[in-house]
Every structure is written in structure tokens, then in C-alpha cells.
């Protein structure tokens, strides 16, 4: 059935990968059951998928800068905040940095010379270069010990054959948060499935999990 168990207002984070396609998918999907959709993109995100895209479908702007111009921006975040029901990032990529680390050394060189290119040759992945920017805005994130996180129910929904993000990669993410907080409400939810997860299992979890009602 499409009709939802209740109408939502979702905020869906999207971020740089090849899955940002998919993100497209996932906003009509929850738009046919009845939810409302506003996009917010990373810069990174946008050099998969054109802001435009997710404005078309959603029929709302596209947040894509935290300090947009206007005298408004700040309290459109603001308002966004504190007024979604559910924030879905989907697909959950930030880890380019760890990437950076798996490829060899030879390529990390050339990859910091020429500023943009993709980490393997992959036919997935050659045709979309990423930014050697975004790998030490990885890293010195990660170096960071972040403020406490804000108590908010948090679902990972990973692929157990992920081969472009290891699950390992969640558990670490993990530990970094409940390092900050024990009782941060954290759940890991891994399936048999790579870094599409788009056989109809899968689907279903996500599905459940959006609506409430897994």
C-alpha cells in the first residue's frame, strides 16, 4: 500500500557518492506515500546530482549551504530543525578519507597533485572524480573530538557485502559516538546485500524503518 502510517515532513541529507542517484529514488518513493521531502545536499552531492533535480521533484528548495545568502537563511535552518519529523541521509557517505588510506601510495600522490580524480578505476567509479579537498576535510574531521551529539533515534542500515564502504566502517562511526554519549539511542541494522541494498529485503527494512514501523 501507498498510504503512509502518518504523514511526515523528512529532511533528506544527501551526500557525495555514486548512491546520490539512489537519493533521487528514495525522495520520490516517500513522496508517493504521502510524505513531504526537502532536500539538503552536501557540495560534494551536487557534483553527482544537480540541485535541480531534487527541487523538481520535491517542489522545495534544496539546502545546500549552511550559510546561504538572505537575511532569512539562518532561520529557514532553523526552522527546518526543529520542525522535521525525521532526517534521512541517504546515501551515508563520508568516510573519503579512510578511502584515501586503502588506495596505494603512488595514487594518493597523484590524487593530492591534481586536486580531482577518482579513487580506483573501478568502472563504478572512474567516470566520477572526487576532490582531494574533501579527503583532508575527512580526515580533520575525524581527528576532532565533536561536541556531544544531540539525543536523536539513529538507525545505520548497512550492506554486509559493502565493498565501497566497509561495515567495519560503521562500527567504528559507532564507537565514536557513543564514546561522547553511552546512552546516545544508536541502532546498526546490517543485511545480506552490497552498497545498493536494493534487492526487495532490504527495500522492505528501509521502508519500515522510514515509515516507523520497524
Not at 72 to 99: K, Q, T, Y
Not at 148 to 161: E, F, I, S
Request: aromatic share 8%; charged share 25%; glycine share 6%.
Amino acid at each position: 500500500t501507498n498510504s503512509p502510517t502518518h504523514q511526515m515532513l523528512i529532511a533528506l541529507g544527501v551526500c557525495g557518492g555514486i548512491g546520490a542517484y539512489k537519493a533521487v529514488e528514495v525522495a520520490r518513493g516517500l513522496q508517493k506515500r504521502g510524505h513531504e521531502v526537502v532536500a539538503v545536499m552536501t557540495d560534494a552531492a551536487t557534483r553527482f546530482v544537480g540541485p535541480v533535480t531534487f527541487e523538481a521533484i520535491t517542489r522545495r528548495q534544496v539546502i545546500t549551504d549552511q550559510f546561504a545568502p538572505g537575511a532569512n537563511a539562518d532561520i529557514e535552518h532553523i526552522a527546518l530543525a526543529s520542525s522535521i519529523d525525521l532526517l534521512l541521509i541517504a546515501p551515508a557517505f563520508n568516510m573519503v578519507g579512510e578511502r584515501a588510506r586503502q588506495v596505494s601510495p603512488e595514487r594518493r600522490q597523484a590524487w593530492y597533485h591534481r586536486g580531482w580524480m577518482p579513487y580506483d578505476d573501478d568502472e563504478l567509479h572512474r567516470n566520477y572524480p572526487l576532490s582531494w579537498k574533501w579527503v583532508e576535510e575527512s580526515e580533520e574531521l575525524w581527528k576532532r573530538r565533536q561536541a556531544p551529539p544531540r539525543r536523536v533515534k539513529t538507525t545505520v542500515l548497512h550492506g554486509l557485502q559493502d565493498t565501497v564502504i566497509p561495515p567495519a566502517w560503521s562500527w567504528r562511526f559507532a564507537e565514536q559516538v557513543l564514546s561522547q554519549d553511552p546512552h546516545f539511542p544508536l541502532e546498526l541494522v546490517f543485511k545480506i546485500g552490497d552498497h545498493r541494498l536494493s534487492d526487495p529485503p532490504a527495500l522492505e527494512t528501509f521502508r519500515r524503518l522510514v515509515v516507523g514501523e520497524a
